[in-house]
């Protein structure tokens, strides 16, 4: 047999060899590519049509709101601010954050009301927040953001997100149905006893004498290893003074962020870092019950904001405050609404940062930058 011959009967088979490697590839190759668009179909819950994803609730802000590219989906109205957080060191005992350290972090952050909104008139009673960035030394970085209220109205993204419909305006009426309101109280009796709660404390004049809550629990690790349960609040050295209805401007879309602006361009203001300290069996994963009035509290330092900048203007526009960015030393609880809000949040961010912007209602001509 010739050289030929040999390969003649060699040829076929080699080639059934490599048609069968390739279909084995091809095969490989659309499994790969049949399990990411498996797992982009699970995430963004195509796959479960029950499950409460972070598409879904902020799809629900924009059902509630209307669209509004380019802003936060919640607390969307907002104006920036910086300044710095001065440590007194009474909070290095609690946490081994660096912030604790007697000294000075500056601090970047933003006002708003926490409605999905970006040009709905102030109102007294929609909800304020102070969310802060503390940028310290060594590189790290502590996000929080706090509200006016004394408790949250939900114990979970599932209550918010059944919450965001029953307070939304009936189209027919252009008010919330309250009948839609008292099915979900019925459902959600936590909700019931902390809307109460919330009703019944008195509303400042502005952003500048409300105190800040972070609402949420956190646990604090210090130098040996130890964990606190820790909740905190931004309590102003501004005195207190009740919101006034009959001086309130009705003509004046912007009055509650006009009084802040004014507030910051005459004098700096301040607020004490107070950080309640839980005891065993405080609820650390119930945002809608206070702890009791007795807890230990200690003031760690002062904030002051001496600076105020349109959204337009500010970097304070691109941040995330997302309240798991935390420095060594601070820790997330066992509170479910710290991943809820972790994810929303990202989901609102990943919106936001890919539309185009629009001008915010506090715009530069009113900051002055
Ligand atoms: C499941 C519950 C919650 C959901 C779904 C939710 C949702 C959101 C969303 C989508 C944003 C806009 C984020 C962005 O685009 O940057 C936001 C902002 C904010 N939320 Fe929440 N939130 C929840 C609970 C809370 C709680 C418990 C607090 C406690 C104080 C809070 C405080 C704030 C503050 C201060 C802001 C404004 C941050 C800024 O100025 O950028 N939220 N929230």
């Known amino acids: 047999m010739n050289s030929s011959d040999h390969n003649s009967g060699l040829e076929p088979a080699c ?18 590519i049949l399990g990411i668009t498996g797992l982009f179909a699970y995430t963004a819950g195509w796959l479960t049509p029950n499950v409460l994803t972070p598409t879904r609730i902020i799809d629900r802000f924009e059902q509630v709101n209307g669209e509004h590219p380019g ?40 006002f708003a009301l926490a409605v999905g909104q970006p040009y709905a008139a102030d109102s007294a009673h929609a909800v304020r927040s102070m969310a802060l960035l503390f940028k310290l030394p060594n590189g790290e970085e502590w996000r929080t953001g706090m509200n006016n209220i ?50 019944a404390s008195t509303v ?33 050295c501004q005195p207190f003074e009740p919101f006034n209805a009959a001086l309130s401007r009705a003509s004046d879309t912007n009055q509650l962020f006009d009084a802040l602006i004014a507030d910051i361009h005459s004098h700096a203001l301040q607020w004490h870092l107070i950080i309640t300290v839980g005891q065993p069996g405080d609820p650390t994963a119930e945002a ?56 929303a949040y990202a989901e609102s961010f990943t919106r936001r940062e890919g539309e185009s912007k629009n001008p915010s209602a506090v715009s530069t001509a009113q900051t002055g930058r």
């Open 288 to 343: 809608t019950l206070p702890w009791p009035p007795d807890r230990r509290q200690v003031d760690v330092g002062t904030l002051t904001i001496d600076h105020v900048e349109s959204e337009d203007a500010s970097p304070a526009r691109d941040i995330n405050f997302d309240p798991l960015v935390l420095p060594n030393g601070i820790a997330g609880s066992d509170d479910p609404l710290l991943s809820a809000r972790s994810a």
């Open 71 to 110: 802003f936060r989906r919640n607390h969307a109205k907002g104006v920036c601010i910086s300044g710095y957080f001065e440590s007194n060191g009474q909070g290095v005992g609690l946490s081994k954050a660096v912030v604790f350290l007697p000294g000075r972090v500056p601090i970047i952050g933003r």
């Open 150 to 199: 004394p408790v949250f109205a939900v114990n979970s993204a599932q209550g918010f997100y059944e919450l965001l419909l029953a307070s939304a305006a009936d189209p027919a009426t252009g008010k919330p149905d309250p009948s839609k309101m008292s099915d979900f109280l019925a459902r959600h009796p936590e909700s019931a006893k902390a809307i109460q709660l919330i009703r």
């Open 15 to 32: 080639a059934k060899l490599r048609r069968g490697s390739l279909m084995i590839r091809l095969i490989a190759i659309s499994l790969v």
């Open 204 to 236: 400042s004049s502005g952003f500048g004498d409300s105190s800040y809550n972070s609402l949420d629990a956190f646990r604090f690790i210090d130098a040996q290893g130890s964990a606190l349960p820790v909740r905190w609040s931004m309590v102003p």
